[in-house]
């Protein structure tokens, strides 16, 4: 939670610095001294974490890994407020890396990730999350809604003003998913945000058919910052924390590999793909393609993703050995009660 809240905190904070450089004069025979200065304070950031590293304490986990108990104990120390307390993590973490230890012994871990249905079934839901984090489309706003802005009405100033309202919205919204995301349940949140999200996708699209240049900046404004109104709270923040869930303690690090290669992969397709099909499609059929993949993964969502709210480890193994045909039918079976409920 606290990642993607930050992550969307950076993205604001670029927006602002960007907006801010762009009024920056060339002076001393530079030319571009402005996007030279926006490209570059990107590495500050970067510099200060690097730099904390020196002074941040080594993982406890990691340590009693290696065998460095005393190390371990003294980083725990670091971490607790008595010595009491960090000896009882110490004999915490040294008793569930025995026990996983003991898990993993003889087995093939990777073939059992896709062999074994209840890890077959997590692996599933974690790739419909994550798939869908970038298939939504909101990485085409992130990286090219001052281009969007730009290229159909806005001076250069007002689209990089127009990307600091998306990041500013992105973040304000994503605070509420701290609350909501174990009020009401990762997959609840996914299955009424994404309708919303293609529903805003195609008012942002259809907007360039607008032909006043007014209409159609004020449209496509409203239909980004209503997306990322419904993005922030939902499918942002919520395949980190599911997929940090789904899969059992044994394979967790090999499937949260998974989770966010996949993740990044669909990042790199979607952000090297769009250039071509904005030409090819135009705005309109661009954003109405990603609406429609809104639309797919929804059902996706609503047949294959289990709900892991408030759920034991225990629990978790229960409602992942559910057959994904099982699954599929309740599923299935929802979309009449729903019906019913609230309309």
């Not at 002076?27 to 590495?43: P, T, V, Y």
């Not at 730009?150 to 689209?159: A, D, K, R, T």
């Not at 600091?164 to 509420?176: D, I, Y």
């Not at 709270?233 to 395949?239: I, S």
Request: proline share 5%.
């Amino acid at each position: 939670m606290m990642w993607q809240m930050w992550t969307a905190f950076g993205i604001f904070l670029g927006n602002v610095i960007d907006l801010a450089f762009y009024y920056i004069p060339d002076s001393g025979g530079i030319r571009g001294l402005n996007w030279r200065l926006m490209l570059g304070s990107a590495g500050i950031p970067g510099l200060i974490v690097c730099l904390q590293v020196l002074w941040a304490p080594e993982s406890p986990r990691w340590l009693i890994g290696k065998g460095r108990y005393e190390e371990a104990f003294n980083e725990l120390c670091r971490l607790r407020f008595s010595h009491i307390q960090a000896a009882r993590d110490l004999y915490y973490i040294h008793v569930l890396l025995e026990a996983e230890n003991e898990m993993k012994k003889g087995r093939k871990r990777i073939l059992e990730m896709f062999t074994i249905p209840r890890n077959r079934n997590a692996v599933l839901a974690s790739w419909i999350v994550m798939f869908g984090q970038q298939f939504c489309g909101v990485n085409v706003i992130v990286y090219y809604s001052s281009n969007i802005f730009s290229e159909y009405g806005f001076s250069p100033s007002s689209s990089l003003a127009g990307s600091v309202g998306f990041g500013a919205l992105n973040w304000v919204f994503a605070l509420p998913a701290v609350f909501t995301i174990d009020t009401f349940g990762r997959r609840n949140l996914l299955l009424f945000t994404f309708p919303c999200m293609a529903i805003c996708l195609l008012i942002t699209g259809f907007s360039f058919w607008i032909p006043s240049e007014k209409g159609r900046v004020a449209s496509v404004s409203i239909g980004m910052y209503l997306f990322t109104i419904f993005y922030s709270p939902g499918e942002g923040p919520v395949p980190f924390t599911y997929s940090a869930e789904a899969f059992p303690l044994y394979i967790r690090d090999l499937g949260m590999s998974l989770a966010t290669a996949t993740t990044w992969f669909w990042n790199f397709m979607l952000v090297v793909t769009w250039p071509s099909m904005l030409l090819a499609f135009k705005p309109q059929g661009a954003f109405g393609f990603y609406a429609a993949w809104c639309m797919i993964i929804w059902v996706l969502i609503l047949l294959f993703v289990r709900e892991t709210k408030n759920k034991t480890l225990e629990e978790l193994d229960q409602v992942f050995a559910v057959p994904a045909r099982v699954h599929a039918a309740y599923g299935l079976r929802q979309i009449p009660y729903a019906i019913k409920k609230f309309i």
